[in-house]
């Protein structure tokens, strides 16, 4: 089983349709959580962070963390077609886990805003 | 503030060459990761510099290889280029060395292999 699993989509929704991209992952340790978007010809770029459970807005954007059940999810609401891009869950891993820590990636879920 | 910036954009090179990729972090940061991305495995971790020091590396091949000069500039080399090369290599900088540190990411450079 992969550390992160993310569906790679593709996603199409109506404009002002709300979004729900998700991300599960399976090390309970896992504290803090990223969403990164990457424009089509463009490097990804940080959107959002969420440490622990709960929820974080931002604007049109709110970031989800159910421990429980091992889940992250990024909602975008009244979605633009300017949302139209690869959206990417990233984990850092835990203290614990040695020397070797880098991010770990979901594969990015591709979404379509269409006008 | 400048962005990273990568070069080659884009580059087309044959089996069994070598290539060799720039990276200019943003003024300041000290630490640069590479990664190869496709669309079939994703962002995959390539190597992480700090300091001119290699400090995490990933799992590729002894092909792929990598320096940080002291300005913190950085280049990937790949040797004896293969087909499954081919791929988008990004550049990512980031001001201190921690995992959770946000990464500024350059547009990439994209790397064809015939």
């Known amino acids: 089983q992969k550390e992160v699993e993310q569906d790679p989509g593709p996603l199409s929704v109506p404009e002002g349709a709300i979004v729900s991209l998700n991300c599960t992952y399976s090390n309970s340790a896992f504290q803090y959580f990223m969403w990164y978007r990457q424009y089509s010809r463009k490097g990804p770029e940080l959107l959002m962070y969420?440490?622990s459970s709960g929820n974080k807005e931002d604007g049109r954007f709110t970031a989800q963390v159910d421990k429980s059940s091992k889940y992250i999810s990024l909602f975008i609401r009244d979605s633009q077609p300017s949302d139209s891009a690869t959206y990417l869950c990233a984990i850092p891993p835990p203290r614990n886990a040695g020397n070797n820590r880098k991010l770990i990636w979901g594969l990015g879920t591709s979404l379509a805003v269409n006008p | 503030k400048a962005g990273v910036t990568q070069t080659p954009r884009y580059l087309i090179k044959t089996r069994g060459q070598q290539v060799t990729l720039s990276c200019s972090p943003i003024?300041?940061?000290?630490?640069v990761s590479w990664y190869q991305q496709t669309p079939g495995q994703g962002l995959q971790f390539l190597f992480e510099y700090f300091s001119e020091t290699q400090r995490n590396k990933g799992n590729f091949p002894g092909r792929f290889s990598g320096r940080q000069f002291s300005n913190s500039r950085s280049e990937m080399n790949v040797s004896t280029l293969e087909l499954g090369d081919s791929a988008l290599y990004l550049c990512a900088s980031s001001l201190g060395d921690r995992v959770i540190d946000e990464q500024f990411f350059g547009p990439g450079t994209r790397l064809t292999v015939l």
């Open positions: 003024s300041g940061h000290r630490s």
């Open positions: 969420t440490y």
